[in-house]
């Protein structure tokens, strides 16, 4: 099966710039996604990147795509207490649009 | 208004109880997901709907039967669980079609203990 992995724990002081970062399999993926999840909340999505881009920016969030190593990354610049949540990198598959799967999720904790 | 509405919020259930956890969107999106997700892991596709016929299943024990009435709705019927099937359930929509980036709209899920 394809496995998204992502370190578990990221902790940045508030003001800071924090980097997530996600490694995947699926080489036929069409879009890469990245989720917020606050505790005991659903999963809200907070960007994509099409395939064959290599950089998006909206806001203070910058996603890097490096498709030849697979690897995705996102930035978040000036890290505040409410961005204090688990972040899930998620891929789609060529062989079903639909079918999205979930990294592991990187828990960012963001001190005052 | 971009809101998936799902009911009820907590569930306590036994094993040879029949349930139902229910989805609402009016966004006219015509996919709707179910996934699973267990406590410190990502959500896990279960099912999936396009044009409320069921175009996924994730090899899904049958005590989990999905329904989709209609194009707002996606109903998820729960019959002689086990405690193992106590997660946190989510729901999804999406636009549908060709070349579209499926970005998907998340409910604020219901939390399932079987005892």
């Known amino acids: 099966g394809e496995d998204v992995e992502q370190s578990l724990f990221l902790s940045v002081r508030e003001g800071d710039s924090s980097v997530i970062n996600c490694t995947y399999t699926?080489?036929?993926?069409?879009?890469l996604y990245w989720y917020k999840q606050e505790p005991g909340a659903g999963l809200q999505l907070l960007t994509y990147i099409f395939s064959n881009m290599d950089m998006k920016q909206d806001q203070r969030l910058t996603v890097l795509l490096n498709k030849k190593d697979k690897h995705l990354s996102l930035r978040i610049a000036d890290t505040q207490t409410g961005d204090s949540a688990i972040y899930f990198c998620a891929e789609n598959h060529r062989g079903g649009y639909q079918k999205v799967t979930f990294g592991t999720g990187t828990k960012l904790q963001v001190i005052p | 208004d971009t809101e998936v509405t799902q009911t009820p919020k907590h569930l306590v259930m036994g094993m040879t109880n029949k349930k139902s956890l229910k989805c609402e969107q009016h966004?006219?999106?015509?996919?709707m997901y179910w996934y699973k997700q267990k406590a410190k892991k990502p959500p896990e596709l279960m099912f999936v709907?396009?044009?409320?016929?069921?175009?996924i299943n994730e090899s899904v024990p049958s005590r989990f039967s999905p329904e989709c009435p209609n194009s707002s709705l996606l109903n998820l019927h729960l019959h002689a669980l086990q405690p193992e099937d106590s997660a946190l359930y989510l729901c999804a929509s999406s636009q549908e079609g060709t070349g579209i980036p499926y970005e998907q709209y998340f409910g604020p899920g219901t939390r399932l203990t079987v005892t």
């Open positions: 699926d080489s036929s993926s069409t879009y």
């Open positions: 966004m006219g999106h015509r996919a």
């Open positions: 709907y396009s044009y409320e016929k069921l175009s």
